[in-house]
């Protein structure tokens, strides 16, 4: 199989993932180990950069006018519900960062670690099984709730197999919050937190003497970019209409078997 093919899987798998609550990181850790892929490690930089914007692409276009109601309300300075949404998003990228800084380095070992993916993907079940179940009550996503879920991101993002969409959804619904409220919220404070890692990503290439594509088919990043934006405009869509009509069971269902099935590898067969 050509690198422009397996670029392209992954760039599926990241732009489906990165929406759906079962775990982008997870997903691509399983989808590299299938698919053999072994890029070196200024090459794996390097795409992830390039799969990482395509995924805030493809938030920016989903939820442009959110978007633009963000900033008008961050540089109102009224004290409406835009500038306090605003607000909240900034809230909850606090702690997200906080956990990042503190815990990258003591986490950044477990990514490569199938065991931990499949025994997160169980966790990530349980929180979807019992938002679930929660009722719908059209309560909007509070200050102090807006921190806690925040928290669950940055664990989220540094955990492979704990979905950051599933973890985060889950926790404002099981806080009381209207689920498509929920939805919403977690699509819009992901993306700062996207936006930061490529950020960071180019630092610590340029720290490192720069990026170069010269080890990897050109073809392979614009075909992995294309395929990650265009699954992350779908997934995108699909997901809030999926939490409105309470099918998060569905993908619980999915991540026992996904887990279980990489636990038994990881243990048994690796």
């Known amino acids: ?8 899987i992954v760039g599926i798998v990241q732009g489906l993932t990165e929406f759906l609550p079962v775990s982008s990181s ?3 850790v399983i989808a590299q180990e299938i698919l053999n892929i072994k890029f070196d490690e200024e090459d794996n930089l390097l795409f992830a950069i390039v799969l990482h914007c395509a995924t805030a692409l ?29 607000l909240k998003i900034v809230l909850s990228m606090i702690p997200a ?4 800084v503190l815990l990258k380095d003591t986490l950044e070992e477990l990514f490569s670690n199938l065991l931990v993916v ?4 169980l966790v990530t079940a349980s929180l979807l099984y019992f938002a679930d179940k929660a009722k719908n009550t059209g309560k909007s996503v509070g200050y102090k709730d807006s921190f806690i879920i925040g928290i669950a991101q940055g664990f989220a993002a540094l955990l ?7 973890s ?42 720069g990026l170069s594509i010269d080890g990897m088919p050109i073809g392979a990043l614009i075909g992995g970019f294309i395929a990650a934006f265009l699954s ?14 309470a099918k998060l069971t569905y993908f619980s269902v999915y991540c026992v078997i996904v887990g279980l099935l990489v636990i038994s590898y990881a243990m048994f067969l690796k």
């Open 1 to 8: 199989m050509s690198e422009i093919i397996k670029a392209i």
């Open 160 to 166: 492979p197999g704990l979905s950051r969409s599933g």
């Open 232 to 245: 992350g405009l779908l997934a995108c869509k699909w997901m809030i209409e999926l939490v409105k009509k």
């Open 118 to 121: 499949g025994c997160m993907l």
């Open 168 to 209: 985060t959804i889950s926790t404002s619904i099981l806080l009381g919050n209207d689920k498509s409220k929920a939805a919403r919220f977690s699509f819009l404070m992901v993306l700062p937190l996207i936006l930061g890692a490529t950020a960071k990503m180019f630092l610590d290439a340029n720290e490192t003497g």
């Open 58 to 86: 493809s938030t920016i276009v989903i939820f442009r006018k959110d978007i633009a109601q963000i900033f008008k309300g961050l540089f109102q300075f009224k004290n409406n519900e835009e500038f306090q949404f605003s």
């Open 26 to 28: 997870g997903h691509i």
């Open 97 to 100: 960062a906080l956990v990042g």
